[in-house]
């Protein structure tokens, strides 16, 4: 049964919105007056969905929506908006709520928007159902120096992971940013061998070689080659591209001191922080991405 907990400092609004909602035999409808009293419920009752009001003392809406996105950043928040909330309103949305319903129509659109809300959920979960029972998913891609491309690619990535994985939005985030580096390193580095001293010397001289090499041979000719490989469990990512190679060896190390604030070294940090593992080959113009789904 879906819980709903209904959070509003006045009773009546509070008593009449929980009336609405508890017509619909499916969900069982909680009550708290306030935003304190709503964290203290969501730790006790876990519910599966909260309906707020705005405006409250003590710990308003948009507050509210701060602390649950801290550590239940997975339960959908409704807003109860009156006139006068709207800009507040906005700014919620902003943050992370799910949808809002205008108190003066709340006979009409609250249990509607709570059915949709619903709907989704029940979605997700047989998503995250079908993915635990991934045998493997396989793809590769060739890619010219375009960094479109490259961007492009690394965002399709970025989501195949963390949709068939649900990953939240900051494991997302880092994923995203491992596989982006490791692909962006194998264009800018590996295919149109550019040094990161350059770019530490003069930026625009790095962005400017980089352009006239894409269009030149024997760079132009070069490809990104990229292999992903997931199951309900684990995923590799492997990034080959057309370049001579680098001795992995000799890689700076990206935490000494003297080198965080300096190019060089900092998308490999990036990754080895974000990824399980990362590995490159002998000749170094290979690089493996590993991670788990379940991280320790």
């Not at 035999?25 to 730790?43: P, R, Y």
């Not at 919620?92 to 059915?115: C, E, F, H, N």
């Not at 990036?270 to 590993?290: I, K, Q």
């Amino acid at each position: 049964m879906t819980t709903i907990l209904v959070v509003d400092d006045s009773n009546v609004d509070r008593m009449y919105a929980a009336g609405l909602l508890a017509h619909e035999n499916a969900w069982n409808v909680i009550q708290a007056a306030d935003g304190k009293a709503a964290l203290v419920a969501v730790k006790t009752q876990a519910p599966d969905i909260i309906v707020t009001d705005i405006q409250m003392p003590e710990l308003n809406g948009l507050e509210l929506l701060a602390e649950l996105r801290k550590s239940h950043s997975h339960i959908p928040v409704i807003l109860m908006t009156s006139r006068g909330s709207e800009e507040i309103a906005v700014e919620a949305l902003q943050s992370g709520a799910s949808s809002y319903v205008p108190k003066r129509s709340l006979a009409s659109t609250l249990v509607d928007t709570i059915q949709r809300v619903v709907a989704a959920m029940q979605e997700t979960r047989k998503h995250s159902e079908l993915m635990n029972r991934l045998g493997e998913r396989i793809e590769t891609y060739v890619l010219e120096n375009d960094v479109n491309l490259v961007m492009a690619l690394s965002r399709h990535l970025q989501s195949l992971l963390a949709d068939s994985w649900g990953l939240d939005r900051t494991d997302r985030m880092r994923t995203g940013t491992a596989i982006e580096e490791a692909l962006l390193n194998a264009m800018y580095h590996g295919n149109l061998e550019v040094s990161s001293e350059l770019k530490e010397r003069d930026h625009q001289a790095f962005y400017a070689l980089a352009d006239e090499r894409r269009l030149a041979a024997p760079w132009i000719n070069r490809r990104i080659r990229v292999r992903i490989e997931m199951n309900a469990e684990t995923a590799k990512v492997v990034i080959r591209d057309d370049g001579t190679g680098f001795d992995p060896a000799q890689l700076p190390d990206p935490t000494d001191p003297e080198n965080l604030g300096r190019p060089f070294g900092r998308g490999v940090m990036l990754m080895r922080a974000f990824m399980d593992d990362v590995s490159y080959n002998a000749v170094g113009n290979e690089v493996t991405l590993t991670r788990s789904r379940f991280r320790e």
